[in-house]
């Protein structure tokens, strides 16, 4: 191939290149907030898991939250009548074009005593998540907003 060849080969990746960022296959695109988001939703219940609401508070509630609800109200939703044991993110929907805010389902997996016996069951839980000033945050269903 002649010197010329070569730099419209390499004009050509260029362009394909740039074109796929702009249509949203490269850096910034959904795969990339769905990466960031699911990362967020794991930690957040990775602290939840630890039963280190504190971290799960601090860390990872919106801050709108946090300046209208205090730490033991958001504790209350964590009742230790039940032991969580793991958690998957089965779904990340985003709700704007700006993927700034999202519907995550998560598959529970938790252990309780029902009659005395210990029982192993599993359930889905519905979050929202808002993305803030460049961060993620859980938006609690009893907020009303963020």
């Avoid at 990746?13 to 702009?22: E, I, K, Y």
């Avoid at 795969?31 to 957040?44: N, S």
């Avoid at 999202?102 to 808002?130: D, H, P, R």
Wanted: glycine share 8%.
């Amino acid at each position: 191939m002649s010197l010329y060849g070569l730099k419209i080969a390499n004009a050509c990746v260029w362009l394909v290149a740039l074109t796929l960022v702009a249509c949203g296959e490269g850096p910034g695109s959904a795969v990339d907030a769905e990466t960031a988001l699911g990362q967020r939703v794991q930690e957040r219940w990775q602290a939840l898991l630890r039963r280190d609401y504190d971290a799960a508070y601090e860390n990872y509630v919106s801050p709108t939250y946090r300046a209208v609800f205090t730490q033991q109200h958001f504790y209350r939703g964590y009742g230790e009548q039940l032991r969580r044991d793991r958690v998957e993110v089965a779904r990340i929907d985003f709700t704007d074009e700006t993927e700034s805010a999202a519907k995550v389902l998560v598959n529970i997996y938790f252990t309780t005593e029902i009659a005395g016996e210990l029982q192993q069951l599993s359930g889905e839980g519905k979050e929202y998540w808002a993305k803030l000033d460049g961060q993620w945050y859980l938006v609690p269903k009893s907020s009303g907003g963020l």
